[in-house]
């Protein structure tokens, strides 16, 4: 056993007598309404009832500063946020209502009080919440008389069929159409009859977004393959639905937009995609550079392509054969080194030659490669270059001798490298549960390697988002902790011996 | 040896705030309080000098505030400040950049340190003028918005670049002790440890009145200061405009704009 492993033991014999305390929802309330901080409060207040929970919304609404900055936390849970609702003042209201948390309950209640106060920025906001119930968008789509709130309701995704025929109905003799219509072809959740609806009354830019909506019925797409707009071939260029002959056809488009359509479609036929591969226009030859139906002669004049940023794509496709990638591991283009390096079936050998690079953007690359062996790793390890022993911090490869070895580097990006690599285990983890940097401490709690009393010990750190997460942590593992204390005296007993 | 680091407690603003009952600030309620970031980088240069030095050298921080700059002090000996220094009376409300650098300059009269840093502006107030006002009552030399410095504990003179428009640097010798207003960049401000901030938690922080600096209610305060703020308000909203339509539409307008800026 470590010295730090020795260190953190004694620690977790010291919590086993609080840790006892968290075997019930009631204890880890009383636990937190000990510790008297708002922060901590907000984190256990959905398993409190009664006095607790008025002794928590107590502690989390003592100052009306407090209530503002729980209010506006993205972080902040559901539960917490009803419970300011409560409260009265129109500033907490205002963030409630930009909260991304905020329950659909609440805010419908939010909305009840915003339309007696005729509130309209906060009528605005509820129509663009996500979380917003459908009767109340139905309300504002049936009642509200601001074209803001309005426009705002055809943007949001949780408008459900429904909702959105009701505006579109309602506004059809508006000037307010137009606009309201052009979002709800945007809008994910129109459904095919409403596009449809929309098409045969609307201008062409609102057509085109319906034809490349994912509802857009099919009739519609036939419908529109005989167009010659340019707006609308680049649309169709690149949707599966259109067939082989309209393809051709785009293919011969002067404009090179529609033939990007074409080079990126997965359906275009393999007679067209040789014709794409030396177009005239990088842009297309960059779509083509990604295909995953390539023959032999694509890729080899792809591969001695004057625009770098095709060879780069090239690079990174994991059909370029051997003699290729070779070619360009050598390019004179940084980006298209690092983007073999990157390649998901770039071979050893190749990986060797890249570790030697000049650039450390390049070098960086194959130490992020999960192809990356360990005597590789190594070497990279000695690198000075922070990029560079990010990507060995990262690479689950790397020997736990040499994560224990970044876990002390003075770069917070290696050290967080360790934190996220999956492999790294709790004794090579456990210094990083003192690291400076208060976002590596939270990571840390979410981290699978960690044992539970590893995290528990974090409950009083000095940063309410540390303290804040360990007790998120502890509310929603709260039973499986319990299970996990039974048989934990045994695992702490082995631990011991 | 002893530098010593001039540090303010800043107030940074929510998106939604709300502007005082007197019209002359922010309602307190909507700010968020935080070290200022410039002395942030001030006192980094200062560890990075005590770290360096073969002799002892003392780091000092010193700001003129209420019980709540405490926080930000603290956060000052958890990165390694030997000592912290807050000076306050309710008369000194209201007080200008010229009178804190006055309070500032009585508390350096009694430490007397070898070396003074403060940050080139506060972000919340951005007058820039409270470390050259220390200057001015010290009859120190000054140099603004320093970029890199080149000093060693005893020397008597310092080597600085200035940072200027159009990103020239200016190479300044100056005499010690000296007052150097520091750039942001100029160095990269450590996290402080857990381990510091626990021993931050316990240090004491030496609270310094107004009589201690034999100063008096008089000198300070709003009265005193050559500036008042006479209102704080939010400007009308300019000329953008959200740009709607399909996706299509937003690119051709942009397209529209961007030819219409260059005359095409």
């Keep these: 056993m470590s010295a730090s492993s020795m260190k953190y033991g004694k620690k977790l014999q010291s919590s086993l007598s609080e840790m006892k305390m968290q075997d019930s929802a009631d204890a880890l309330v009383k636990l937190a309404i000990k510790a008297g901080d708002p922060y901590v409060a907000a984190a256990v207040h959905e398993l409190a009832t009664g006095a607790s929970k008025r002794q928590l919304e107590a502690q989390m609404m003592e100052t009306r500063r407090t209530a503002l900055s729980l209010a506006r936390w993205e972080h902040t849970p559901a539960s917490v946020l009803a419970a300011l609702s409560g409260i009265g003042d129109d500033a907490v209201d205002l963030r409630l209502d930009k909260n991304p948390n905020t329950a659909a309950g609440v805010l419908s209640n939010l909305y009840v009080d915003a339309s007696n106060k005729r509130n309209l920025d906060l009528t605005k906001l509820i129509a663009q919440h996500r979380n917003s119930e459908a009767a109340v968008l139905k309300t504002i789509a049936l009642y509200a008389e601001d074209a803001d709130s309005l426009l705002a309701l055809s943007k949001n995704p949780s408008a459900n069929a429904e909702v959105l025929a009701c505006l579109s109905t309602r506004l059809a003799e508006d000037e307010l159409s137009v606009a309201v219509n052009k979002n709800i072809a945007q809008n994910i959740s129109a459904p095919a009859d409403l596009l449809e609806r929309i098409y045969r009354q609307s201008d062409l830019h609102t057509q085109v977004a319906i034809i490349g909506h994912v509802n857009c019925p099919d009739a519609l797409i036939t419908e529109a393959m005989a167009s010659e707009d340019l707006l609308v071939m680049r649309t169709l260029a690149r949707d599966r639905r259109v067939n082989a002959d309209v393809l051709r056809r785009y293919a011969g488009s002067e404009d090179a937009g529609v033939r990007c359509g074409v080079a990126g479609n997965e359906t275009t036929p393999l007679s067209l995609i040789g014709v794409l591969a030396g177009d005239s226009s990088e842009l297309v030859r960059r779509e083509i550079a990604s295909r995953q139906d390539l023959l032999p002669e694509h890729i080899a004049a792809l591969a001695t392509d004057a625009d770098a940023w095709v060879r780069q794509r090239l690079a990174r496709n994991a059909i370029a054969p051997l003699d290729v990638l070779k070619v360009l591991a050598a390019d004179a283009s940084t980006d298209v080194r690092r983007a073999v390096a990157r390649n998901t079936q770039c071979p050893l050998e190749l990986l060797e030659l890249l570790a030697a690079d000049g650039t450390a953007w390049v070098r960086a690359a194959v130490a992020y490669q999960h192809h990356s062996p360990a005597e590789l790793l190594l070497a990279l390890a000695e690198d000075e270059d922070v990029d560079v022993l990010s990507g060995v911090a990262n690479n689950p490869n790397t020997p736990q001798q040499i994560l224990e070895k970044l876990v002390a580097s003075n770069e917070a990006d290696v050290r967080r490298g360790v934190i996220l690599n999956k492999a790294a285990t709790r004794n090579t983890l456990l210094p990083l549960l003192e690291d400076p940097y208060y976002l590596h401490r939270i990571l840390m709690v979410a981290n699978p390697s960690m044992h539970e009393l590893d995290k528990w010990n974090l409950r009083e750190d000095p940063d309410y988002q540390v303290r804040f997460s360990v007790y998120r942590w502890a509310v929603k593992n709260i039973a499986p902790i319990n299970a996990r204390y039974i048989v934990g005296n045994e695992v702490i007993r082995r631990r011991r011996v | ?264």
């Excluded at chain 2, 306050?88 to 309070?103: F, K, L, N, P, T």
């Design chain 2, 1 to 264: 040896m002893k530098i010593l680091v001039a540090v303010k407690q800043v107030a940074a603003l929510e998106e939604d705030f709300e502007i005082r009952a007197d019209g002359k600030d922010v309602d307190e309620d909507f700010m968020l309080y935080d070290l200022n970031e410039w002395d942030d980088y001030s006192l980094e240069e200062a560890m990075k000098i005590k770290e360096s030095s073969d002799t002892e050298v003392e780091v000092v921080v010193v700001s003129v505030g209420p019980d709540r700059v405490d926080e930000s002090l603290r956060k000052c000996l958890a990165k390694g400040a030997d000592r912290a220094i807050r000076v306050w009376d309710d008369s000194a409300e209201g007080s200008d950049a010229v009178v804190i650098g006055r309070i500032l300059a009585e508390t350096i009269k009694k430490e007397a340190p070898d070396m003074v840093f403060a940050g080139v502006q506060s972000s919340d107030q951005a007058y820039a003028s409270t470390g050259i006002s220390v200057a001015s009552y010290l009859n120190w030399p000054h140099a603004a918005v320093v970029a890199d410095l080149q000093y060693k504990p005893g020397d008597n003179k310092a080597v600085v670049r200035r940072e200027l428009e159009g990103g020239l640097l200016q190479e300044v010798e100056i005499n010690c002790p000296a007052v150097l207003t520091i750039q942001l960049g100029i160095n990269k401000p450590r996290y402080a440890s857990l381990r510091g901030i626990k021993q931050a938690a316990t240090k004491p922080i030496e609270e310094v009145s107004l009589s201690d600096l034999s100063l008096s209610a008089d000198d300070v305060g709003a009265a005193k200061s050559m500036s008042r703020v006479r209102r704080m308000y939010v400007p009308e909203k300019g000329r953008a405009t959200m740009i709607e339509g399909t996706l299509a539409e937003q690119a051709a307008k942009i397209i529209q704009i961007i030819n219409e800026f260059k005359g095409a």
